[in-house]
């Protein structure tokens, strides 16, 4: 072919690859005879004239422009070529993979509660995911403009909004303020379709979007923690109980401290508690209390004879004389 005639070879590749650049554009320069086209994993090459797509190359490898990428330009789109100098053309070189960045509230967000007049402060933190979906938007909206485009700025274009779409999707999705991780899932589920339709028009597409805790002020975190124990607890008195008899058998209750007296008067309300349980039961029943004692005086005084009072047989034990038939007991 007649094209770059007495031109310099040059490489047009994406040399300064960088995992957290969406796209970098190869510009500025003319493409001369015999260069060569390198397109690398996880990369797309688009070749750009007068801003418009003339060509996207997807598969990896190593081209000659001249026999390779010309003629699928011309036969393509008509990119026709009537000089022999070099060619003047813009070329976007796409990171292809899906951004995984991560998010946290820089301040609490105060969700209204009815439990907290003021609301209740909570942060987040999580993931969210990312790609390049539509070249022409992203060309229109962004690559137009821009030689290079980073992670962090889309990062903070979506925390910019991320705290009004928390505070959204927390009240319209948390069943329970104290435990809204049992909700993340559709809280999450919300906030991607929200911020999906908020990069879309740059031509990206938010795939993914997780939470991955809640984090309450630690008075709030305490009153939680302490409102399950005792819940797992069930009976508080029992507790009580069992812990300061462990608590004393372990040693770590004894004497010379404030535990050891507080311990030692639990200990001495409990004996007295049931002491006093049971003098008002024996009050509450005086009839069975004198049965108790006649029961007691009347074994003391029915004690049965070795011996018969009447033939002076040995008895054996029994209620009457085994010999004569005497009555042993009155």
């Known amino acids: 072919m007649g094209f770059f005639k007495g031109q310099f070879a040059n490489v047009v590749e994406w040399e300064e690859f960088r995992d957290d650049m969406i796209f970098w554009k190869w ?6 005879k015999g260069s060569r086209l390198i397109i690398r994993p996880g990369q797309d090459a688009i070749f750009l004239n007068n801003g418009k797509i003339e060509g996207i190359f997807e598969d990896e490898g190593d081209y000659n422009i001249e026999s390779q990428i010309i003629p699928f330009l011309s036969t393509l789109k008509g990119f026709k070529f009537g000089f022999n100098s070099g060619m003047r053309v813009e070329v976007l070189f796409v ?74 999707w927390i009240t319209r999705e948390g069943k329970d303020m104290f435990n809204l991780q049992a909700n993340a899932f559709d809280i999450a589920k919300g906030i991607r379709e929200d911020l999906d339709m908020q990069i879309i028009d740059s031509g990206m597409t938010v795939t993914g979007f997780n939470i991955m805790s809640f984090n309450y002020p630690k008075e709030i975190q305490d009153m939680i923690t302490k409102t399950a124990s005792h819940g797992m607890i069930g009976d508080v008195n029992r507790y009580q109980q069992v812990s300061m008899t462990d608590g004393i058998a372990s040693g770590k209750v004894k004497g010379g401290g404030a535990a050891s007296d507080m311990a030692g008067m639990m200990m001495g309300m409990n004996v007295a508690n049931q002491m006093m349980k049971n003098m008002n039961q024996n009050q509450d029943n005086p009839v069975q209390a004198n049965s108790n004692n006649g029961e007691q005086n009347n074994s003391a005084g029915n004690q049965k004879p070795n011996f018969c009072p009447n033939c002076g047989e040995k008895t054996g034990g029994g209620n009457f004389c085994g010999n004569c038939g005497q009555k042993l007991v009155s």
């Not at 907290?116 to 060309?139: E, H, Q, S, W």
């Open 95 to 168: 990171n292809t993979k899906e951004f995984t960045v991560k998010w946290g509230t820089k301040n609490a967000i105060n969700i209204p509660t009815a439990q907290l007049p003021g609301g209740m402060p909570i942060r987040a933190n999580g993931t969210f995911n990312f790609k390049v979906n539509d070249y022409i938007a992203l060309i229109d909206k962004v690559a137009g403009i821009k030689n290079s485009y980073l992670v962090e700025d889309i990062k903070i274009r979506i925390t910019s909004i991320l705290d009004q779409l928390l505070m959204k």
């Open 27 to 32: 510009s500025n320069e003319e493409i001369k």
